[in-house]
């Protein structure tokens, strides 16, 4: 018997103001005040929808954001990390992937069937967390029925109600032992259903969801699979027997339509690199028209109806954020209907040497914080000084002027060159105890700073 859960679920996210939003980003992405601020007015607009009239709140489409800046300055950072503050469905996509030879229009669709499947695994993993109990019940009780004999059939002069006493006692005593542990080295033989597929392929360049013939209608025990004898440990059944009991009762079809109003509502599909479909047009050889694929991807973020295979899915309300460095072309050169459809434009800053050295210390997952954290996993301690965050901050700014500019991502590959003697020797150091100081900052990248050649190859 399926059980029906709540379709409401209440994020995180409704309770904050614009002004907590922006604070929690904060924890994450260093400077950028323009876009934090963009886009935590969009999420709180998002809140402020739904306690609307349904008629009213209908006509209210999101105001989609277009994130202009060089690469590497946290445009995507502060969509995922939005996305993951307001629990919404959110995807990525590359613009550019629609401009390759092979490319169909219907392939923009895509993005929405993806997100959708996101949204899917997102409902059915928090169903997972309130049946967990329950199923964990249900496999325990079938693991004893394994365990036990069969119950014998009671005998003419034998007292029925002492009989079953003894065997709720016995039962008992077999569930401590199993909650213990002291049954995990004994193995049991338990049915498991193998995953069979049907050899048949899918012409290249159709999609699923046009197949209108529903083959697991029409052959229902093609797509069964078969069940077989395994045996196993006590433990590994047990986790089986969990997955099997978690799986009836969870009903899809509930999921599937909390997904698809979750994705309709609160989904989020960040467009990246939109700046390689707005140059002018011009071109010659094997390339898709750029003007084209603006033209594909209208109709998804004007607000279009996407077939998948859990049903209809509409897009009115899925807030769009594109982002572009547009060093070549300008966000004027996308087409006017599509520009129309991002209302919202703010400029992020290019990053100094100031703004690395608050990336490499202050976020949750600073930098510093986790090669410190990785290193400890070896007995290492690793301890960064003030000077040298400084001259790593110094040294990536350097390499970006010189070379091309990549913002944060140069700190990465700065700290691996860094930290390369540590991380391959870390597990033999006699002495777990490192200090990187300046010296040990400029003995190891001063050189390859200082050489063009060598760092714009190895930095």
């Known amino acids: 018997m399926a059980i029906l859960l709540p379709e409401k679920t209440h994020t995180s996210s409704e309770s904050l103001t614009p002004r907590q939003i922006v604070a929690e980003l904060d924890k994450y992405v260093i400077g950028q005040a323009a876009a934090k601020r963009a886009v935590a007015i969009a999420l709180r607009n ?8 349904p008629d009213l709140a209908e006509d209210i489409a999101p105001k989609n954001i277009l994130m202009i800046g060089p690469t590497g300055v946290g445009k995507t950072e502060i969509a995922r990390r939005l996305a993951r503050l307001a629990q919404s469905p959110f995807i990525k996509v590359e613009a550019s992937k629609f401009t390759e ?11 929405v069937r993806d997100l959708v499947e996101l949204g899917i695994d997102m409902v059915r993993d928090e169903r997972l967390d309130e049946v967990r109990g329950k199923a964990g019940q249900n496999a325990e009780e079938r693991l004893l029925d394994l365990l036990l004999p069969p119950t014998r059939p009671v005998a003419p002069d034998e007292d029925a109600a002492a009989a079953r006493a003894q065997q709720s006692q016995t039962r008992e005593r077999f569930r401590e032992q199993l909650r213990s542990g002291r049954l995990d080295t004994r193995v049991v033989e338990i049915d498991v259903r193998e995953k069979s597929f049907p050899s048949f392929e899918i012409i290249a360049g159709s999609n699923v969801e046009e197949v209108d013939i529903n083959l697991k209608d029409m052959l229902p025990g093609l797509f069964q699979g078969k069940t077989k004898k395994r045996v196993m440990k006590v433990p590994e059944a047990l986790e089986y027997l969990t997955q099997e009991e978690e799986q009836k009762l969870i009903d899809m079809d509930s999921v599937a339509r909390t997904a698809v109003e979750r994705v309709e509502q609160a989904g989020i599909i960040f467009i990246d690199e939109i700046d390689k479909i707005s140059g002018r047009e011009g071109s010659h050889g094997p390339e898709v028209s750029r003007e084209g694929v603006q033209r594909d991807i209208l109709p998804i973020v004007e607000g279009t109806t996407v077939n998948t295979k859990y049903g209809m899915v509409r897009t009115d309300h899925i807030l769009f954020i594109a982002a572009g460095a547009f060093h070549v072309s ?3 050169d996308l087409i006017p209907e599509l520009q129309g459809r991002f209302p919202i434009r703010v400029e992020l800053d290019a990053l100094g040497k100031e703004e690395f050295v608050r990336i490499l210390t202050e976020p949750r997952s600073a930098l510093v914080k986790q090669y410190t954290a990785l290193m400890e996993t070896e007995g290492v301690s690793l301890v960064f000084t003030d000077d040298a965050v400084r001259r790593i901050a110094d040294f990536a700014t350097i390499v970006n002027e010189r070379t091309e500019n990549i913002g944060a991502r140069r700190l990465h590959t700065v700290m691996e060159k860094l930290l390369d003697e540590v991380s391959f020797e870390g597990s033999d150091l006699q002495d777990k105890h490192v200090i990187i100081d300046e010296a040990y900052v400029d003995r190891m990248l001063a050189e390859i700073v200082k050489n063009d050649d060598l760092s714009r190859y190895i930095l």
Do not use: A, C, N, W
């Open 46 to 53: 998002r809140t402020r929808r739904q306690k609307l009239p």
């Open 101 to 111: 030879v092979g490319y169909v229009g219907r392939d923009v669709e895509s993005m």
């Open 330 to 332: 300008k966000p004027s």
